[in-house]
């Protein structure tokens, strides 16, 4: 057999390459994951899902995603739900909102929030309080508000269990970190450059009232905060891309067989040292963030990353000490 067509017969590879053979997806579960790369990897450039754009694409997306998991279900032969156990919490959260906003009785309201009286002190029916504005009887001090952020809050609870749900095998947990390591970078990648290049406005050219891209690198985030917190969730999934994909091209070269060649030229290049760069771009982005918090976090996530890679003997203890001195 010619090593072309061993080529072809060759089982897919992992990291950049293409996983072991599977049976095809079913459209819909297409359509779902199309849905979850949106979340992933749009979403973030979308004022991070914050101000009313983006509380409207993360409800979209949502809508999107649970509509077509649904619609896959009526079509299975074997519908079924998997229980995670974070139901009773997701409960308990629209419960949260609905005391918030609830007329609640005074000795109730005064009981769960004694400062409320003092902090409206005009919201009284005491006549040498009152100014005749009436009585204040709910927790929240923007019940409308808090009513609106129920609606954000039940499509990432959907965007969960859909998740929960949908990734059933390691390739779909590969492929959902995967996602989350590209939309790190990129959009790491374009807070850098918007940071350098800055002429305080957001993508050059939207001027936000209350902050400007001067100070810090934050991408489409209004708050550097939150723009280095979601690069420090993205940078553990993409420490796990360098390993993996490192260890792959190891085992490629050790096998010496025709079996499994190990890629060269570009594309073994690419394969090797590609989530590597991915990481150090992340890495700059952050430092350019500026946000201690958001280092804090990343340190602590890949430390943790880190010491489960050493005990599953996937990182040398020397490289994961370099790291973590780092």
Request: proline share 5%; with cysteine.
């Amino acid at each position: 057999m010619s090593a072309s067509s061993q080529r072809r017969n060759t089982p897919a590879l992992d990291g950049w390459g293409q996983r072991a053979a599977q049976p095809p997806r079913e459209w819909t579960l297409r359509l779902v994951d199309a849905g979850f790369a949106g979340l992933i990897l749009i979403l973030p450039f979308v004022w991070g899902g914050r101000q009313a754009l983006g509380h409207l694409s993360v409800v979209l997306l949502a809508g999107w995603t649970a509509f077509w998991w649904a619609f896959h279900q009526i079509r299975s032969e074997t519908p079924r739900w998997r229980f995670c156990g974070a139901e009773p919490l997701c409960i308990l959260a629209i419960a949260l909102v609905a005391l918030q906003t609830v007329a609640l009785p005074d000795s109730l309201k005064d009981q769960l929030s004694p400062h409320i009286d003092q902090l409206l002190a005009g919201w009284t029916d005491q006549p040498d309080e009152s100014i005749g504005i009436g009585l204040w009887s709910t927790l929240s001090f923007a019940p409308w508000q808090t009513w609106s952020d129920l609606v954000t809050l039940i499509a990432v609870m959907t965007i969960f269990f859909v998740a929960v749900q949908r990734l059933e095998t390691a390739a779909d947990v590969h492929r959902i970190l995967r996602w989350v390591s590209l939309s790190g970078c990129v959009t790491g990648t374009f807070g850098i450059a918007q940071y350098l290049t800055s002429n305080g406005l957001f993508y050059w050219f939207y001027q936000h009232p209350d902050t400007t891209t001067d100070t810090a690198a934050k991408a489409a985030f209004t708050n550097a905060n939150h723009f280095a917190d979601f690069l420090a969730m993205a940078l553990p999934a993409q420490l796990w891309w360098s390993v993996t994909s490192f260890q792959q091209i190891a085992k490629w070269r050790d096998a010496r067989s025709m079996n499994h060649p190990a890629p060269d030229g570009w594309r073994g290049a690419v394969i090797e040292w590609g989530p590597f760069l991915i990481l150090v771009l992340t890495l700059c982005a952050l430092v350019l963030s500026q946000s201690r918090g958001g280092l804090m976090a990343a340190g602590v996530g890949m430390s943790v990353v880190s010491l489960l890679f050493w005990r599953q003997q996937l990182l040398d203890s020397r490289i994961g000490l370099c790291m973590l001195a780092a």
